[in-house]
Every structure is written in structure tokens, then in C-alpha cells.
């Protein structure tokens, strides 16, 4: 009879415990959404230095891929020289990509730790001049 009840208790623990992992888990994160929050972290943790657009490129969509803005700027710290690019497909109603022409002056927020990690525009900050 013990041994009958402690196979009990242990299919209604493990339905329990899978009961919650199955409710707990979390749903993978899209890139859009990595994207965004990176954007946020690099807003609050960023250092600002001066930089220049190099280009604003628009990629086709192709093999089920979306269609893409590019931002390519360059900027310098602590000597080094980084040239980058920020997908702004989601941020052009807060800038006129028309107005980015070559060797326009930016600002770029970086990040300390990472100065190859940067952005030069967010939801809530700017650094385009125009």
C-alpha cells in the first residue's frame, strides 16, 4: 500500500512541476524585440562622441527576408576607428532619411564597455543633425 502511494505522490508532483514549467516558460524573444531593448540599454548606458554618416542604403527583400534600411556612419574612440550600421527600418517616421547624405555630422551613442555597440538613433533620442 506505501509503495502504491508513493507512486501517486510522485506522477501528481511531476504533473505538477510540468504543469508549471509548461505555464512559466517564457516565449523566445524575436529579433525585433532584442533589437529594441538593446536600443533602450545602449539609451540609458551610452556615452555620446561625434561621428558621420557614410551612407543610407535600403535592402531589397529577398529568400522571405523584409525589406531593410541601413544607416552606415563612422566614429572614433580612444584612437580607433568604427564603422557601423543601424537597421532604422522601424525608426524612419522619426527621421527623414532623405536628408542623411554623405558626410553628414552625428552624434553616436556607444557603449563603454563595447565601443563596436552603438546606435545613432532610438525612440527617444536623436543624434542625426540637421
Do not use: F
Not at 508513493?6 to 512541476?17: D, H, K, T
Not at 509548461?22 to 556615452?47: F, H, I, K, Q, S
Not at 543610407?56 to 534600411?69: F, K
Amino acid at each position: 500500500m506505501d509503495s502504491l502511494r508513493a507512486y501517486w505522490l510522485i506522477a501528481a508532483g511531476s504533473a505538477v512541476a510540468l504543469s508549471a514549467y509548461a505555464l512559466l516558460r517564457r516565449r523566445p524573444r524575436t529579433p525585433d524585440e532584442l533589437e529594441r531593448e538593446r536600443r533602450m540599454w545602449l539609451n540609458g548606458v551610452g556615452r555620446i562622441t561625434d561621428g558621420t554618416v557614410i551612407d543610407v542604403q535600403e535592402l531589397a527583400p529577398e529568400n522571405g527576408r523584409r525589406a531593410a534600411t541601413l544607416l552606415i556612419y563612422k566614429y572614433d574612440v580612444a584612437g580607433v576607428s568604427y564603422e557601423c550600421s543601424q537597421d532604422v527600418t522601424h525608426l524612419r517616421h522619426w527621421i527623414n532619411l532623405h536628408s542623411c547624405r554623405l558626410g553628414l555630422h552625428t552624434s553616436v551613442k556607444y557603449d563603454p564597455q563595447n565601443p563596436g555597440n552603438s546606435l545613432v538613433i532610438s525612440e527617444s533620442w536623436m543624434g542625426l543633425r540637421q
